[in-house]
């Protein structure tokens, strides 16, 4: 007997405070599975009978709350939010009659080799006023002057959106991290030079986000310029309501900036009018091209 | 005086329980702005002298936790997230030289140009086994063969990632739609043609994910399958498992599914084996055709 079950729901609650929709598992509470314990996306690779004889917990399904059945009702994939993957499809498209679907969606290559570059994540942190947003827009221009799609994320698309519920407490600062980065990882994948730009001051929320991309996906380029220099420029007149102390854990004033110690790209501040974004976005793309991000 | 204050926060919190990050203004708490209350948002457009009288609170912004300015503080662009955007620079790219940036980043009328589509939001409800991943994965397939670029959001690729922190119950179920409508809204910004694949019972949902979204830009497609069809054929077993009482609130048993009244496109059941989803697929590739977003 596999007992599965999950947290008890009454049926049949109102629309308003009983949504629907919920495709897929109960997110992982921790990295290793507990004992007795299999997450639906394991169940997905079971084609045949499970052998499992412990304890399984499926939380949720797509369309469901509670699930509990038994061994014998588990005896072909158990993955319910996979419909359709890995079927054969004979049919016909315009012309082409009795094509064979062995891989069903279109998948991360096919859209490099149709767009004609690799997707990645190229992460631009640095202290405010370091230039991030400048080097980002420079980028996206140089790179569709080339042809090649990017997109940027930055605070005025995500916290004004998909982050809107988010406040500025610590947890919730991280999360919006968090979210930054999984957003990325699913523009990567599909096939876009996705940039964000973000101060981004602790390295392990960075390399969370890192750790989301296949090796050498996720660039990560720091704006290494001097804090005093950021302070000169003062676009916004923030450092100086910083040290005022009208504003509370700036970062680089009363909050610490962790600089990268191994990014892939530092763009350093050698002083002066010539630093152009500009320049800068152009050894950023120089590293692209040596890596081969920009062909398929 | 214009105060600026948020939440109070101890200066120099350990890097663990204090992230710095936060690009940004405070989620509005509603649409219209409180008497008094000016977002930062807002102050982005203000580049003179600021004559708002009354108080102004910002949250916070990035890089930052509390802010406490006097008026005269801000009698320029108060805005902290917006770097770089629209400042004309002049410099060089390649062998152009003394290049005028009017707009700073590439905007989603040029990624459309390079794409040769326009982005837009195609988003798949039905019940669970009426067909929507086939579906979806059909039109990727279709799409891609003509050279254009779709990417799906599906529970794979985001209850896995971006919504692995969301529960079951009511509020997560709801935040899993409102999460997957501002991802999707994202893609369509970049220019690529974004396929949900979600069952989305709730009108109300699916309607908030339509608001965000310009105008035609969010093309709703109903996989009208009877539920007598859709239990038929119960791939998963799912539907057994929910009349016997071992699933409660499955949608079409005993949690409803609200169908649309309005949707661009219904795909109807018209039974047989004859119902290949690429000829449903099809049916999507006219509209889109019709429409214009198969081209820039």
């Not at 061994?71 to 009795?98: F, V």
């Not at 149709?114 to 980028?139: E, M, N, R």
């Not at 763009?267 to 692209?288: F, N, Q, R």
Request: hydrophobic share 35%; aromatic share 6%; net charge neutral.
């Amino acid at each position: 007997m596999i007992a599965i079950g999950g947290r008890s729901a009454l049926a049949g609650g109102t629309p308003s405070s009983s949504r629907g929709l919920g495709i897929g598992i109960e997110p992982p509470s921790s990295s290793s599975p507990k004992p007795g314990f299999v997450a639906l996306s394991d169940l997905g690779s079971v084609n045949s009978r499970l052998s499992f004889k412990g304890s399984i917990r499926i939380k949720a399904m797509e369309g469901s709350r509670t699930v509990t059945v038994s061994e014998t009702d588990l005896n072909t994939n158990g993955h319910a939010g996979n419909l359709g993957k890995s079927q054969s499809l004979l049919s016909s498209i315009g012309n082409s009659t009795n094509i064979q679907w062995h891989e069903c969606s279109v998948n991360k290559v096919e859209r490099q080799k149709l767009l004609k570059q690799k997707g990645c994540v190229i992460w631009i942190t640095g202290l405010s006023a370091s230039g991030k947003s400048s080097v980002a827009c420079a980028l996206s221009q140089i790179l569709h002057r080339r042809g090649k799609l990017s997109y940027i994320l930055d605070g005025d698309n995500v916290r004004h959106g998909l982050n809107r519920d988010l406040s500025f407490k610590a947890e919730d600062r991280a999360e919006n991290i968090r979210r930054v980065g999984e957003v990325a990882k699913l523009f990567a994948d599909a096939g876009v030079l996705c940039i964000a730009s973000l101060i981004s001051p602790y390295k392990r929320d960075r390399d969370a986000c890192r750790a989301l991309l296949p090796d050498g996906d996720f660039i990560e380029v720091f704006m290494d310029v001097p804090l005093q220099v950021c302070e000169e420029r003062d676009p916004k007149g923030l450092y100086k309501l910083a040290r005022a102390g009208k504003i509370k854990g700036f970062t680089g004033i009363d909050d610490p900036y962790e600089a990268p110690l191994n990014s892939e790209i530092v763009l350093t501040h050698k002083g002066g009018d010539c630093d152009s974004p500009i320049e800068m976005a152009e050894e950023v793309i120089s590293y692209l091209e040596e890596k081969g991000f920009l062909q398929a």
